[in-house]
């Protein structure tokens, strides 16, 4: 079996993934405690996963390039 495009680690994780593994959902649900170490890592209730929207960095006005004009 072939692993998703999605899943593969190149470098860090370039974009937001809307699958998480078993180990990363049960982080997630550890850190939201939501989680106990009796409970089945078998069905596991869903867990949000948040897109992060990363904001443009304005170009910062050159003084230089102003008195030049």
Request: charge should be positive.
């Amino acid at each position: 079996m072939t692993i998703d495009k999605s899943l593969k680690i190149k470098k860090g994780v370039s974009r937001s993934r809307n699958v998480l593994t078993r180990v990363e959902r049960i982080e997630k649900l550890q850190s939201q405690e939501r989680w106990t170490d009796e409970a089945s890592p078998l069905g596991l209730p869903k867990v949000r996963v948040y897109k992060i929207v990363l904001k443009k960095k304005k170009k910062a006005k050159d003084p230089a390039a102003d008195e030049k004009k």
